[in-house]
Structures are given as C-alpha cells and as structure tokens.
C-alpha cells in the first residue's frame, strides 16, 4: 500500500515524475517476476501419512491418543502425524515451547541404550508409553541401541522393515 501510495504521489508532479514512477512500476514489477523463480523451483515432499502410511495407520488405530512415544526427531514425525505426542521431538518445536532440548537429548540417549530394569521403570516414570527404534540406520539417530535388551525385556507390539515398536 505504501509503494502504491508513493507512486501515486509522485505521478501527480510533472512529466519527469510521471516517467520515474513508470520506471518504478517497471523495476517493482520485474522485481515481482524474478521472485517467482522461488515458485518455479518449489518441489513437491510427498509424506506418508494415514492412510497411506501403514506406521502411521496403526499408531493411530491402535493407540490411545494421549499415548507418548520415544521416537527418533524427525520433522515430518510419523508419530505426530497419528495425532500423538513425541517425547523429543523435533529440536525446534522444543526449543520454541522453552524446553532445554540439550538436556532433553541427553536424558533420551540414555533412554535409547537402556541396558538394564532401572533406566527401564525411569522411562515408565518419564510417561512415556511406546518407543519407537529404527531399524535401518539414519542420519540423525546416533544412539548405540541394546537391540537384545529390548527383544528381552520389553513388549514388542509392531514391527515393519524400517522400524519396531516396544510398549512399556
């Protein structure tokens, strides 16, 4: 509305200022064109939610929906997409609400390579009701996990070839 106005304004001068705010409608608009470059490049992330995702389908189905899960941060989370909370999360989510996510990330490195019954009942404690533990490596899940600890001690209740599920 200002740029409007501005030119409005300098369109009531003489002929000279008539040209310069021609000019300047030209430069705004060319301006206008190049920034659609961002547009024309803009890819499409295709994310597979329910129903598609068959992850995603049974947290949904199958869990309460003030479930928590323990769950590798991702920002398009199969967890949160199902409607149910994440106990890490995405980093920015939790810094934005005010958590201390460095602490955060700490305590759930300890949770991930939980290697005896104590650290166990701690997660119970912590509220968190499902972990959720990639099979296949990822960038960002730099945990050592006691794979056998968790067959041994802990419920399995969904497995597919990316991930299994444990509820506690």
């Known amino acids: 509305m200002f740029s409007a106005y501005f030119i409005y304004r300098v369109w009531q001068g003489g002929i000279t200022r008539k040209f310069v705010s021609v000019v300047v ?13 961002a547009v024309k490049n803009d890819f499409q992330f295709n994310v597979s939610d329910a129903p598609e995702g068959a992850f995603v389908t049974w947290v949904r189905d199958s869990t309460t929906t003030d479930s928590v899960f323990l769950a590798p941060s991702e920002q398009f989370d199969p967890v949160t997409l199902a409607g149910r909370k994440n106990y890490l999360g995405n980093s920015y989510y939790l810094e ?6 460095l602490d955060r990330r700490k305590v759930v490195k300890g949770y991930f390579e939980v290697g005896n019954n104590a650290v166990l009942e701690q997660i119970k404690q912590s509220g968190i ?19 056998h600890f968790w067959e041994e001690n802990v419920k399995l209740v969904y497995e597919d070839s990316q991930q299994k599920l444990y509820k506690l």
């Not at 934005?96 to 996510?101: F, H, I, L, R």
């Not at 009701?129 to 794979?147: E, K």
């Open 96 to 101: 934005v609400m005010g958590y201390d996510y």
């Open 129 to 147: 009701d499902y972990v959720l533990i990639p099979i296949v490596p990822q960038a960002d899940f730099n945990y050592d996990v006691a794979f």
């Open 25 to 37: 409608v030209f430069l705004l608009t060319i301006s206008g064109l190049i920034n659609l470059m």
